[in-house]
């Protein structure tokens, strides 16, 4: 999954959004268990970056509720 810019996800719909948000949550799920389990990630970067994009998305669907 790509790192998503704010301008990005702004053009996306909120079905295109959501869909995102889940792939995102579940690459987010699997490093953790490869963490959890003792393993070492293939990028330990890319955590860093899914959380930021996940609060990126969820930030713009609060904006677009108000």
Known sequence: MSILRASEIREMDNEEI???LKELQSDLMKIRGVIESGGVPEDLGKTREIRKTIARI??????RKT
């Open 18 to 20: 959501n869909e995102h």
């Open 58 to 63: 969820l930030t713009i669907k609060r904006e």
